[in-house]
Every structure is written in C-alpha cells, then in structure tokens.
C-alpha cells in the first residue's frame, strides 16, 4: 500500500441556479488574457444539452480516456504510440474553435466618438481572435435554460440510448446545471498522451498541471481529455488547463470557483488513496463496476493502519487530521451521495457530484401528490426513468441503481429533519430504508445545508519545508512571463486562422505570430 493524499472536490448539483459566477471569477483569474478569449476553465452547462465545446461526451468521435483491450490491458483510446506519432501533425481528433465558440468583442469606441447625427450608431460583433466582423452563431452559454434546446440538445450524447419521445420532450421533464472544471483524475489521460511530458500530476497533492517550459504543443492532451478541459493557447502554442488554483490551496485557501460560489454547493477536501491499487481498478472489466473500483481506492483515514502508511509516506499529520474531517470522503464515502462524472472513461476523476434531487420532485408535483411524503418520492425515483437514466449516464456509467440510492438517502434525508421539526419524530423503518442512522442523516443535512465555511473547505496549507520542491514543480505553469494571468489587450492583426472552408481551426495556431 503506497498511500498518497489527492485534494478534490464535491458539488451538490441541487444548489447550482446556473448564474455562471464561478466561471466569470474563474475567467477573470486564470483566462483574462491573449490567446484564451475562448477559453473557459470552468464553465456551467445546462443539462440536457450538447455542452462545451459541442458533444465533448462523444468519445467514439474524439477518443478521449481509456479502454480495456481484449487482454485487459488498459491503453488510450486516441491509440498507442505510434498512432499518436503519426497524428502529431494532422491530429484528427481535435476540436475546432468552431466546436468551442469563436469569442467577440465590440468597438465601442465608435459609440464614443461617433459624430452627431439622426440615427443611434451601432457597432458590430468582431471576433476576438481575428478581429473581423462576424455573426455570433454559437457561445459556450448558448443552451443556458434549455434556450435553443429543441434544435440542439437532441444531440446530446447522454440522451443517445433514450426513447425517441424522451429525446424530444425531456425540455417538458426535467433540468438541471452542471459546472464543470479539470477533474485532476487519478490516471489522468492527458498525461498519458504528452509526448513531450509536459503534462504532469503532483506527487502531494495530486493536481495536474502544465509545464509551460517542456509544452511542444502537439495537442496530444486536448485529444485524449474526455472531459475536453485542456486548451490551447492559440499565441503561445502552449497547452493550458485548470489549475485548481493551487497557489490558494497552498496557502489553505480553497479554489476561486468555490470562494465565489452563490449556492455554495461545492466542497473541498483531502482525500487518501493508495497509488498501487489505482492501474487495477482502473481496467476492472465492467464499466458500471468502476465506481465501486474507485471507492475500494480510497483510504479510510479513521483506520489507525492507514494513519501509519500516511505517515511513513511523509504525509503530515496536520494532512491526515485534514483528510478525516474531508467533506469530499463524507459525501462520498460515508453517505455515498456523490458520484463522479462518467467513471466510464477510466480516468477516476476527482471531481464528484451529488446527483439533483429536484427533477424528480418536480415530476411527483406535476402528479399532485405530497412532495415531502418519502414513499411517493421513492415511487418516483424508481418509475420515473427520464432524469434517472439520463443522470445514471452521466454519473454512474448507466447503473440506475446506483444514482436511485443516492436520491433515496436524499430523499430520506429530508423526511427525517422535516418529522424532526415537525414532531420530534424518528421513523427507523425509513433510516433503514436509506441504510443510515439518525446521527449520520443529520451529519449530512448540516453538511449539505448549513455548514459553516471550514465545514465546507477542509484545504490544509502547504508545509514551508515543501517550499522549494514545490517551487521547483511549477516553474512553469503559466504564472508568470509575458501573456500570464491579467495581462490583457486586443491584438487582431496578424492572426486570422481561416481555413479554405471558411472555419477556424485551432489546430493551425501554432505561434505568436501567425497560423501555420
């Protein structure tokens, strides 16, 4: 056993209202600079709907993550070597800006200085990487609230094994926001596929990050991301991608996303895992059997063996301390509320999700029965398979079981503390339904719905006498030098990256000068 500790996250889907200010403070921190006006490290999707950039679920078209051969072996699913050499100049599976959105801006200096006259100036979108004029047809918020939805959403890959009337009517059924950022996976695709190696995960605190020094831009990484959540850098040629705002989580501060979250719906926290187990339960054959492979990963850090082997791998006691009091291990351990998101793709992400409970309290309203009554909840959550498939495709490689049991302990929750208020009562026939105890139901209740701010962010410092390796590690990650964080400006000439048909293709930016 080779314990290591993995900083990760929780959201609670229930809480999200989709107003996108994680990803503006996020943009504004990490992205608000040349060569990334269509970059989003964190961005918040509606769901159903085809995402950003467009249909990044659909791994048959763009080969991201991994797969089990017929010798169980695990390798890529853009190829093996000699397949990604071949493609380092003509990389088929690569997005275009097109499949992200091509970013605008306006001149308003024409509002300004425009000359007196009859008729109210108006000034045109231009496009923030070419600077021509150009029609907004698309944006990575296009589909905020099901807008647009009749024409695009069908396309949808998680909608894909669905009823046709399901595929067309789900706007009338369900909705719900998914924010999404870097899952920092414990086997990472993106690291595997960079033939520069470039890419790496730290060895503390398990964030992936760029080494902008070693970074040939063979756009190996965006490929092989099934999350799609690598960028390139269309001036510097450079790879880039979430950071998980590590210089915050050094200083015990959690990530920017989270600080300014509205609904506070996400939890930061340490998690321990034990490194040699993650390649076998990684290739573990079933794909609904990978979440339970992942889990069997992580360490129980009440356990005084595992506290040892912490300890002997130079984990800090403050850190152990830190990983038994994880709402991250809590939520998805304990009360198994939290799932990850599409565990099928074999990359064990560290980003998890408390499924919505709200698609299917809605659907018991719309049938005029009581939605706080746990046995009309429960018939719900178990016949109404719209939004319970469609979330199982998402979050637990299409076992509904496994997502139903989440909105049962949910559900129950909410029964629970609605008698306790009420009357003091506790119905032991329902904690036993929902395979907890009094105690632990109202745990997660405080955690879920009135943690304080430590409760919800257990982010130990780093250690001062980590410092230089630590230094050492992030050289390169895009800090500094010139195009960092906050250096912004608008430069259109020179980059116009038009292909013969008339699209933009980020695989012809290679530098600062031009498109090749």
């Not at 300004?112 to 047809?137: F, L, N, Q, W, Y």
């Not at 705002?245 to 996303?257: H, S």
Request: glycine content about 8%.
């Amino acid at each position: 056993m080779r314990v290591l500790a993995q900083v990760a996250m929780v959201m609670n889907l229930d809480k999200c209202i989709g107003c996108h200010t994680c990803s503006v403070t996020c943009k504004q921190t990490w992205t608000n600079r040349d060569g990334v006006e269509y970059v989003w490290f964190n961005n918040v999707e509606t769901k159903p709907g085809v995402g950003y950039p467009r249909r990044h679920e659909d791994q048959e078209r763009w080969r991201g993550g991994w797969q089990v051969d017929r010798r169980g072996r695990l390798k890529l699913r853009s190829g093996g070597r000699v397949k990604r050499l071949l493609g380092l100049f003509a990389n088929p599976d690569l997005p275009d800006l097109d499949d992200y959105y091509e970013p605008a801006t306006y001149d308003y200096d024409t509002l300004v200085t425009a000359p007196a006259g009859p008729h109210v100036p108006v000034i045109r979108p231009k496009s923030a990487i070419t600077g021509e004029d150009m029609a907004i047809t698309w944006g990575p918020n296009w589909e905020d609230d099901l807008g647009g939805a009749p024409e695009h959403a069908p396309a949808d890959p998680n909608l894909a094994a669905m009823a046709e009337k399901v595929r067309m009517e789900f706007d009338k059924t369900f909705m719900f926001h998914l924010p999404r950022i870097c899952e920092h996976c414990l086997n990472p695709a993106c690291v595997a596929a960079c033939p520069s190696g470039a890419l790496y995960k730290r060895e503390e605190d398990g964030i992936v990050l760029v080494d902008q020094d070693r970074c040939r831009g063979w756009r190996m990484c965006v490929s092989a991301c099934p999350y799609k959540k690598v960028y390139v850098n269309h001036r510097t040629g450079k790879a880039e991608k979430c950071t998980f705002c590590f210089p915050r989580i050094e200083a015990g501060q959690p990530t920017v996303c989270a600080e300014t979250c509205v609904g506070r719906l996400r939890y930061i926290g340490l998690v321990l895992y034990d490194a040699d187990a993650v390649l076998g339960a990684a290739r573990v054959a079933g794909p609904r059997d990978l979440l339970e492979a992942q889990r069997r990963v992580f360490l129980d850090p009440d356990d005084p063996k595992v506290a040892a082997a912490a300890r002997a791998a130079g984990i800090a006691e403050d850190w152990i301390e830190a990983a038994r009091r994880s709402p991250v291990y809590r939520l998805a351990m304990r009360y198994r509320v939290a799932l990850p998101l599409h565990p099928e793709y074999r990359t064990m992400p560290m980003v998890w999700y408390i499924p919505p409970l709200s698609p299917v309290l809605d659907a018991v309203t719309g049938m005029g029965a009581d939605a706080d009554d746990p046995d009309n909840v429960f018939h719900a959550i178990t016949d109404l398979r719209i939004p319970l498939g469609y979330l199982a495709s998402l979050l637990a490689a299409g076992d509904t079981e496994v997502v139903a049991g989440a909105l049962m302990r949910l559900s129950a929750m909410r029964a629970h503390m609605r008698a306790r208020a009420i009357d003091g009562s506790v119905d032991e026939d329902l904690l036993a339904a929902a395979g907890m105890t009094a105690e632990e139901m109202e745990e997660m209740y405080r955690l879920l719905a009135i943690a304080r701010y430590d409760e919800r962010y257990v982010v130990p410092a780093a250690h001062r006498e980590d410092a230089a390796a630590l230094s050492a590690q992030v050289d390169g990650c895009s800090l500094d030098g010139e195009g960092g964080p906050g250096m912004t400006g608008f430069h259109p000439a020179g980059l116009t990256g038009r292909r013969p048909d008339g699209r933009l293709g980020l695989r012809l930016f290679t530098g600062r000068g031009g498109a090749a």
